[in-house]
């Protein structure tokens, strides 16, 4: 595809080419030919919802002095750099006005031309949390390393939800980026909103009746009412009224969540985390061989895989702990008793947990990415996000409370690196922390419903509504009732004919419906 297509000229290219050679090479007049390039879509299919997504492929060439181009050509190596562009969906022009009215791109492209490369300054000689980006244009582009070719990817195969081991290590990185945001305000002497004015306004949760997000929420309150419906346990009961009449209430304190808070302390949230959002990277947990050649100390094709000393360190916990799995008795090897946690039947999404094996990979490390609906909020709001939206409830009965301690650990950790202590941000400890979560957690299970009965439609309907250049889910931005029709119907379709979306939507409405509707919580003084 031809890069002017997208609206990518030759001189943007050479732009972003020479601020990639700057970062990573820490030269500044970088001289080099562009040999090739072309633009290339990440998938047939649709990629997210706020935006397109493609691939763009560079082949250079360094310029030598005093070679001519001639025996340059001849002698000098070609390279080839890959990068991911993010654009405004400029050919569906329903949901490119949604995107501009909602703000997504300036936000993002401010944050990752301001914000977030002092996030990056404060953390740096350790491991990358979000990644780079090298280029923005106007309020519709947003050019970033390919992730890929460092070696992560999204989850894939899982139905959106996480493992213990992958949530483990993403709330490392929201942990980061949060004591990032923290080490930033602490270093400037002011809050972050203050640092960079206008930044970080609402742009998803807007209580203004004229605003497309307004809109968008009572629309989705329609929807979700109609899917309530049609859960069994509700749908015959006597208190199916009552549900569907305080569903809305619950729904809209979000608009209170999402502005910052007055009690707890607040940080750069990202504001979107689910499976989506998350990248990871992955190591070989170590078999009874390979345990044998770190033993001896010697870890060079491992060690090439590592970038940093958190990756190392990553690789000696991970060798430790298949240490620990096998014994030693009367001179005979135990086999490895059999782990409780049931590896994850793709079919019985519910079940899912711990699938890591000595021999398999584990991840090690996680980026996030899309900051396009960034806030400042307290920690709890992030981290209840991500486990309410990648994790079951059935998952999070046996494991909540142990990933809540990880991250808590993750932010003493990075606090700690930098002499700070963890009780500056949670006066009284983890007990504060754990508050904190106990009032968040509606925000992360509105955030859930809200969010992902969009982000979890089948990529055949989601096709078929850029196709009919109309939103998924959230159809028709009149104040109409009638308008609302074509949203509920194609969130509907996917109920009725897709298991995974219906099992997984029942499961949030369910959480949602039986913790503060049917049994609501004890007030606390």
């Known amino acids: 595809m031809d890069p002017l297509t997208i609206g990518l000229s030759e001189n943007d290219i050479e732009t972003v080419v020479k601020s990639y050679i ?20 990440l998938s047939e299919e649709p990629v997210g919802y ?27 190596e070609e390279e080839y750099i890959s990068f991911f562009l993010k654009v405004l969906p400029e050919n569906v022009p329903k949901l490119a006005d949604y995107i501009k009215e909602m703000g997504c791109f300036r936000k993002e492209i401010l944050l990752y031309k301001h914000l977030i490369p002092r996030l990056q300054d404060v953390m740096i000689g350790t491991r990358a949390f979000v990644p780079t980006a090298y280029y923005t244009k106007e309020e519709r582009m947003v050019v970033f390393e390919n992730l890929k070719t460092d070696g992560y ?18 709330l490392q990185a929201v942990a980061k980026l949060h004591a990032a945001s923290l080490i930033l305000e602490e270093r400037s002497g002011a809050p972050i909103p203050k640092l960079f004015v206008g930044y970080l306004n609402e742009n998803a949760y807007v209580d203004d009746d004229d605003h497309v997000r307004k ?21 015959s009961s006597d208190r199916l009224d009552e549900i569907l009449q305080k569903f809305p209430s619950i729904v809209r304190k979000i608009y209170d969540f999402s502005k910052p808070s007055i009690i707890h302390r607040n940080v750069l949230n990202h504001g979107d985390l689910w499976s989506n959002n998350v990248m990871f990277r992955y190591v070989m947990v170590p078999t009874n061989v390979e345990r044998s050649t770190y033993n001896e100390g010697s870890l060079t094709e491992i060690e090439k895989a590592t970038s940093d000393r958190e990756d190392l360190v990553e690789l000696e916990a991970a060798v430790s702990q298949a240490t620990k799995q096998t014994a030693i008795c009367n001179g005979e090897r ?34 996030l990415i899309d900051f396009q609906i960034a806030r400042y909020a307290p920690p709890a709001y992030d981290v209840l996000s991500l486990l309410m939206s990648a994790t079951t409830r059935t998952f999070r009965e046996h494991y909540l409370e142990e990933l809540l301690d990880v991250y808590y650990d993750a932010l003493r950790a990075e606090l700690d690196w930098f002499h700070r ?97 049917l049994q609501p919580p004890v007030p606390t003084e």
């Open 50 to 76: 706020l935006g397109d997504h493609y691939i763009l492929d560079v082949n250079l060439r360094e310029k030598m002095v005093h070679y001519s181009p001639e025996e340059e050509e001849e002698y000098a």
């Open 334 to 367: 135990r086999r490895r008793k059999r782990s409780s946690i049931k590896k994850p039947n793709l079919f019985e999404v519910l079940n899912l947990g711990n699938w890591s094996e000595p021999g398999d990979a584990r991840p090690s490390s996680c980026i």
């Open 153 to 170: 990817s999204i989850v894939q195969g899982t139905k959106n939800l996480l493992d213990f081991d992958h949530l483990k290590v993403a």
């Open 421 to 517: 202590d963890v009780r500056e941000v949670f006066p009284s400890g983890f007990s504060s922390f754990r508050d904190s979560c106990d009032q968040y957690r509606l925000a992360g299970l509105v955030d859930s419903v809200l969010y992902r009965h969009v982000t979890m439609l089948p990529v055949e309907l989601v096709a078929r509504c850029r196709e009919e250049h109309r939103l998924p889910g959230t159809v028709g931005s009149q104040h109409l009732p009638d308008d609302r029709g074509a949203g509920v119907d194609i969130c509907l379709e996917a109920w009725t004919q897709y298991n995974d979306y219906r099992m997984l939507m029942t499961d949030m409405l369910s959480d949602l419906v039986s913790r503060y509707i």
């Open 215 to 235: 809109v968008n929420l009572e629309n989705a309150i329609h929807v979700l009412c109609e899917m309530i419906k049609r859960i069994d346990a509700y749908a």
């Open 22 to 41: 700057k970062d990573k090479r820490n030269r500044v007049n970088g001289k080099f030919r562009l040999v090739s390039y072309q633009v290339r879509r």
